[in-house]
């Protein structure tokens, strides 16, 4: 597609659910990454992809954070057992290069734990 | 996590005013990326600085890579309505490929 496509935009979860979210790069780019943005603040680094290769996991807050990209294009970020402190914007950003700061960002998935 | 410091953190301009704002860092970084944030959107990249002391305008928009590596700062020059909203700083530093430091951001409004 013409950019980077998340999905859902909006997710309501009961503390302890599990959730997944999806982030669709922009065609053939090959780096990926996850950024969660609390309420006020800048993106916070999550993870990062090089095709299908996660290369940095430094920013997974915990163990219930788990993202994959099996085959080098779409990405899912899970979270199990959530808790309220999970709830922010979960961004999804891709570039064509390696080491590229060009990125896409998508326009996020909101996640509420309530 | 670490952030930037970013200042100011808001501010409230007349429609042909200029807008400066700035980032500092106790680290050193090896590139500067200064992005806007428009409500339920993602950020998008305005200018990007790879080198110690570069000086990068785009339109309106200049920004500086600081001669320390530690700070940088994003000059807005005769700002109009469009340019409401939400400024970041980001850096990256070392070894970290792709990963984004972000800072606080600075909310900007533009009264007309």
């Known amino acids: 597609g013409a950019g980077v496509s998340q999905s859902p935009r909006y997710k309501v979860a009961k503390r302890g659910q599990d959730v997944a979210l999806r982030c669709d790069p922009i065609s053939g780019h090959v780096s990926l990454f996850w950024y969660q943005q609390a309420l006020g603040q800048g993106p916070e680094f999550l993870t990062y992809?090089?095709?299908?290769?996660?290369?940095?996991k430094s920013g997974l807050p915990s163990d219930r954070f788990f993202a994959e990209r099996p085959e080098g294009s779409v990405s899912t970020l899970k979270i199990q057992r959530t808790q309220q402190e999970d709830s922010a914007v979960y961004l999804c950003a891709s570039s064509q290069r390696r080491q590229s700061y060009g990125y896409t960002f998508g326009s996020g998935t909101r996640l509420t734990v309530v | 996590g670490q952030q930037l410091n970013q200042s100011p953190q808001s501010m409230f301009i007349q429609e042909g005013e200029d807008v400066s704002m700035n980032c500092t860092s106790s680290?050193?970084?090896?590139?500067w990326l200064w992005y806007k944030q428009d409500p339920g959107e993602g950020p998008v990249l305005l200018i990007a600085?790879?080198?110690?002391?570069e000086l990068t305008s785009n339109g309106r928009l200049t920004a500086q890579f600081g001669i320390t590596r530690k700070d940088s700062f994003l000059n807005i020059s005769a700002s109009i309505p469009s340019d409401v909203g939400i400024y970041f700083c980001a850096g990256q530093g070392g070894t970290s490929y792709g990963k984004l430091t972000f800072g606080q951001g600075t909310i900007l409004t533009v009264h007309p």
């Open positions: 680290s050193i970084f090896n590139t």
């Open positions: 600085l790879y080198k110690a002391g």
């Open positions: 992809f090089q095709n299908e290769a996660q290369l940095d």
